[in-house]
């Protein structure tokens, strides 16, 4: 029934004002008409407004239309709509509500206009109720999201409160950086035993049991890494849980085993043939799972890169449901690399004599002790004059301590 | 690789009398060829399982299961056979069952996979 007002009230200047008197009162009548056209609650104080001055409006053209009736009805020049639009205006203001249903009255267009403005106001509420449910269902999913974010928290003892002082490490990447610090310094233990054990000259079965202790070493802290990519995968697949120079080389949250198998070839020599060849298969299967399971991440990685982009047509919080649930799928390929590495190492002592295979895991361990202690002579290197006279000495003395004997790295 | 459903690709297949038990037709589909392997379109995973044969140069039959109208009960199927909760990838070979991703990147690091593959007639040399 409201929307029906600027209609009247638009065919009213044309019909029954005469001279200038017409132009000034239509124009406004049309702008309060065209606002009341946008509004969706007939309720709001802004259409109520509206409707007062549409109800002073109405009062003051009553009397002038009573009197121009005759006038229109003797002149055949006047529109005839405007004549037919005359009758209902006529009425008196506490008459309108029967006046805008008595709809026979109004013409064919006027009609289509009520009912296209009646679909236009009813569409408004509907998009309005439906945005008003979207944002309930998400201040819900943020709430359960909190609430995840809090169990987290808790979790994490270490952290306590200060969550973000410690630089937005989240308590599972705290828990992972541990646990693998207590796993270098078991690390460095069973190394010195194999080294001792190698040079020793140990019988082959109880090198044999060295080397498997050392396998279960390594099963370890891919257990570790298993639990802490349910955590926080981001940490391990940007690797920020190893070194800066061992992050530079990382490959899917760690080693690539194929570049590790090249390494050992060119320190393993002398290899039968037979050695060699399985050790060139396995660098060759590795490249291979390798390379399929960088191009499964690649695809998961367009896929959500194309949610993130979205469109304009798309809801916000269904696009963050959609690319929180592409990102789970991270953690699949960080186990699956995991595991490649796992079964790679685990390859190693079949193919090798047993003091070969001690040999290897000393390579292994040796050469990322190197990058660690790169890492950390890297972060301390002189920076040009701001530094004091004593640091450039400083790196000397350290590269010094580099050069006599290979073990001290082991201690970085 | 090509793609094999009952209905899809213009591929006419016999319609067959033992639809009705989603095992039954997992084990039928995986002996049909040499290398079967179940996977949803939209699994990142199971592209990286494809990519692995097609670059070893195998060529592998692939039954989309988001395109199958029962593909719903082969999932299920292949979720209980593997006592999984992902229910692809798996891959069958020469009608075998290996597994998963992991075990598919296990045997081929120990050089079991190969050997598998030639016997079931997909690989040459």
């Known amino acids: ?412 | 690789m090509h793609y094999q459903g009952d209905y899809y690709w213009g591929y006419y297949m016999p319609t067959r009398s033992i639809g009705s038990d989603p095992m039954e037709r997992v084990v039928k589909l995986a002996s049909e060829k040499a290398v079967v392997i179940f996977s949803l379109s939209s699994c990142c995973m199971c592209h990286a399982v494809k990519r692995l044969f097609c670059g070893m140069g195998v060529n592998p039959t692939v039954y989309e299961l988001d395109q199958d109208p029962r593909g719903k009960d082969l999932e299920t199927a292949l979720m209980r056979l593997l006592g999984n909760s992902q229910p692809v990838p798996v891959v069958f070979i020469g009608g075998k069952l290996i597994g998963a991703m992991d075990r598919v990147m296990a045997s081929h690091i120990n050089g079991t996979l190969v050997p598998l593959l030639k016997e079931a007639g997909a690989l040459w040399l």
């Not at chain 1, 699956?336 to 190492?345: G, H, P, V």
């Open chain 1, 1 to 412: 029934m409201f929307p029906s007002w600027p209609m009247r009230y638009r065919q009213t200047p044309g019909s029954s004002k005469s001279g200038g008197e017409s132009t000034d009162s239509g124009s406004a009548l049309n702008t309060i008409s065209s606002k009341t056209e946008n509004q969706f609650e007939p309720d709001s104080p802004i259409s109520k407004k509206a409707s007062s001055s549409y109800h002073q409006a109405f009062d003051q053209q009553n009397l002038q239309q009573q009197q121009q009736q005759q006038e229109m009805a003797s002149d055949p020049s006047r529109t005839g709509t405007s004549l037919n639009q005359s009758a209902p205006i006529v009425k008196p203001l506490q008459e309108k509500k029967r006046a805008s249903t008595s709809e026979k009255q109004l013409d064919a267009k006027t009609l289509r206009r009520l009912a296209q403005n009646r679909e236009a106001a009813k569409k408004s509420r509907l998009r309005k109720k439906a945005y008003v449910q979207q944002l309930e269902s998400s201040r819900i999913k943020l709430t359960q999201l909190e609430q995840e974010l809090q169990r987290a928290r808790s979790q994490g003892l270490l952290l306590g409160s200060s969550g973000g002082g410690v630089g937005n490490i989240s308590s599972g990447a705290v828990i992972c950086d541990m646990e693998y610090a207590r796993w270098l310094e078991d690390d460095e233990r069973h190394m010195s035993e194999l080294r001792t054990g190698l040079h020793s000259n140990l019988s082959d079965t109880d090198l044999r049991l060295m080397v498997n202790t050392y396998l279960s070493h390594y099963d370890e802290i891919f257990r570790l890494k298993g639990m802490a990519a349910k955590f926080d995968v981001f940490h391990l697949l940007t690797g920020m849980w190893t070194s800066p120079a061992e992050r530079c080389f990382l490959w899917m949250g760690g080693f690539r085993p194929s570049e590790l198998i090249k390494i050992l070839i060119s320190q393993l020599d002398p290899l039968t043939e037979q050695q060699l060849m399985g050790i060139c298969s396995l660098q060759h299967s590795s490249q291979q799972a390798e390379e399929a399971l960088s191009q499964g991440l690649e695809q998961l990685q367009q896929s959500l890169i194309d949610t993130v982009a979205g469109g304009p047509a798309i809801d916000g919080m269904q696009q963050m449901a959609i690319a929180l649930s592409k990102l789970a799928n991270l953690e699949g390929f960080v186990r699956q690399a995991d595991n490649l590495r796992q079964q790679t190492l685990h390859q190693l002592p079949r193919i090798l004599t047993v003091r070969q295979a001690a040999r290897c895991f000393l390579v292994i361990g040796e050469y990322y002790g190197r990058l660690r202690a790169l890492s950390s002579l890297w972060a301390s290197r002189p920076r040009g004059r701001l530094m004091s006279d004593e640091q450039p000495c400083q790196t000397t003395t350290e590269l010094q301590m580099v050069q006599p004997s290979q073990s001290h790295f082991a201690h970085f």
